[in-house]
């Protein structure tokens, strides 16, 4: 008996091998990244301290051939609960999940997934860990993953062009975003527009952004200033040297507070796949009230796969 149940055990794992090797010939990809580590917070008036998932995911990725010179590709990205406790709202929750095709004629794609203006005008300052983009954050113009979209984007030698619209998305309803970035050597200039149908709020007007970014050896910076109709506008910067990094972000709104948030952080290589990341920041509602200032200390292990 010991012997069938080894023979058979012996064939599963032969049979899972030859599938997942005929995906990685097919372009399939799994990946993931575990991120747990521990949280300290204290607005003057009360602190605490806990452990916490920062952001773990696993995705699935893949492209063929379909025709000379045309590729379809899909993925998906979900956020993982580490904690039993979080599962009351499912262990997972989507981060991406689109579909597409790619050629000569650039990519298009369709479904949840960053879009043109991130691209354009939020990723280069969206650096840090946790603490990035302050400042537009306050402001209302970082639109991280957003859904039920169309994007489509292309290159011409150096300069990047893309657009995105929307048909029925939950919160920018049929709104749009158009946006462009130019490769200058060390530098990368991005630009960008959106014209949000806000289904969450009045329709406060138009967001602009302007946006610089780059490396230079183990040095990076970023740099993003948004604009927000009859609302404000905001300043983002980022700062990197060999793994640690400042981050600076600031709104002044049109109500007449200026929200303020500044970050320093490193993360520590430990193995080909391992990490540590160790994070300070405070954020400063401008509210004058007892608790308007924050202070986080953040650490955190990270393993990818």
Known sequence: MKLKNLTIAIAMATLTATYFAAQAEDGTSFYGSVRIGINNTDDGVTSSTKFQNWNSRMGFKAETEVADGLKGFGHYEFGVDTDPDDNANGALSTRKAYVGLKGGFGRVRIGQDYHTFY???IAPADIAWDASSGGNGALGTYTGRTGEALTYDTTFSKVNIGATIY???EKYNDGYELGASFDAGPVKLGIGYKDPDDNTAADT???YGVSAGGKVGPAEYGFAYTDYDKV???????LGYAGAYVAYGQ???DAGNKPTTIAAGYTLPIGKKTSAWFEASQSDNDLGADNSEVTKLKAALKYDF
């Open 119 to 121: 691209n354009t005008v």
């Open 167 to 169: 048909q029925g998305e």
């Open 205 to 207: 007007g138009k967001i």
């Open 232 to 238: 404000g506008n905001s300043i983002d910067l980022h």
């Open 251 to 253: 709104a002044d709104l």
